[in-house]
């Protein structure tokens, strides 16, 4: 290896140091900040936080619960970084993995007669073609039409979830139900890893998934240039590459994978599509993918941090005075602690 080439890499190296640093910083600054908070209000915030890591970490069952939390949002963290290194912001991956959970659900109940090999896989396999056909078009008129994917993809999120809504309150709901459809096969379900818990093999595929964005991201020639066209479209341009098809590609792709965090949630825990059964994954995932630094193992990382927030929030509640909301909060921080120094360096750039 050249003196050039060693130098690059250890600029590599030291970027991403820096980078997990200054996620790290955020995140600590977030749970002094919750300490002071709690103190405020009258708490003690070790016993809080002591609580918290023992719902979320406490046993067997609360880690798999942890896992299982942090799986949807890993998905669509996983889905924001993919667009976001191609230039893109994917803010439609709630809507994205709506239709992906939808379209599973409906396959597996109108083809109950094959056999579980094939049918499952083929549930997932066009789960993921619905997620993204949603994700194309934000990519297609932001390539092709100079229309921002943002405002777009924010109008299909309440085009999709409401044509969802009116699917599962109509043509498919269940007789004399609430607002779901009928439940799949019991076969069709994703395995349980541990007892009495909800983590499924969809840890399984999440890791497949991260693995292969990695790969395909920093390992292969499209996905040199899909970094390329996000780092500086011109430049790639003028260097014979083809910008637009890359950043509908982008988008696709990141729609694709926001569908699996559907796609797991209705066939790994309830067997069905109930209306409303994402607590805004789609969004959550946008502050997962900020603070990983839009990579695959720093998203993980994230993911499993929120996880372990949402979890342990619900026995810090049982135990202390402290409402769960102040997990809201502590998340609201850190993606305001990341987020800051980047619009600082944008105003920065557009002052200039």
């Known amino acids: 290896m050249s003196e050039t080439a060693k130098k690059r890499s250890k600029l590599k190296a ?6 997990f640093g200054s996620s790290l910083l955020s995140v600590s600054i977030a749970l002094v900040l919750g300490a002071v908070i709690i103190l405020v209000i009258g708490e003690d915030p070790i016993e809080a936080y002591t609580a918290l890591l023992q719902g979320a970490l406490g046993n067997a069952r609360s880690i798999a619960n942890t896992f299982s939390k942090s799986i949807p949002l890993a998905f669509t963290g996983l889905a924001v970084a993919m667009a976001n290194r191609g230039g893109m912001l994917n803010i ?18 109108a083809l109950p007669g094959l056999p579980v090999a094939v049918l499952l896989p083929l549930c997932i396999i066009t789960g ?4 993204m056909l949603v994700g194309f078009i934000p990519g297609y008129f932001k390539a092709k039409k100079q229309t921002s994917e943002v405002i777009v993809a924010i109008m299909l999120n309440y085009i999709v979830t409401l044509f969802m809504s009116f699917l599962v309150n109509g043509p498919f709901k269940a007789e004399g139900s609430v607002s779901q459809t009928n439940a799949i096969s019991e076969g069709l379900m994703l395995t349980k890893l541990v007892g009495n818990s909800q983590l499924t093999t969809a840890l399984f595929i999440l890791l497949a998934v991260a693995a292969a ?5 920093w390992k292969s020639a499209a996905g040199f240039q ?4 996000g780092s500086n479209p011109s430049a790639s341009v003028s260097a014979g590459m083809n910008a637009k098809k890359l950043m509908i590609f982008a988008m696709a792709l990141s729609g694709g994978i926001a569908s699996l965090a559907g796609v797991t949630e209705v066939m790994g825990k309830y067997g069905r599509y109930i209306e409303g059964f ?3 994954f789609g969004f959550t995932g946008i502050a997962v993918a900020i603070l990983g630094r839009n990579h695959p193992g720093g998203v993980l990382l994230t993911s499993l941090l ?4 949402d979890t342990g929030a619900l026995r810090m509640g049982r135990v202390t005075n402290v409402s769960a909301n102040i997990i809201v909060v502590m998340q609201s921080l850190v993606i305001l602690l990341v987020s800051a120094p980047e619009i600082a360096k944008l105003i920065r750039r557009r002052s200039r």
């Open 306 to 309: 929120f996880g372990i927030l």
């Open 226 to 229: 899909l970094r390329a066209v």
């Open 128 to 131: 993921v073609a619905a997620g």
């Open 278 to 280: 994402s607590p805004s």
């Open 92 to 109: 439609g991956a709630e809507g994205q993995l709506h239709a992906g959970a939808m379209a599973s659900v409906l396959v597996a109940l």
């Open 213 to 217: 964005q990695y790969i395909f991201l």
């Open 14 to 19: 030291l970027s991403a140091l820096g980078d």
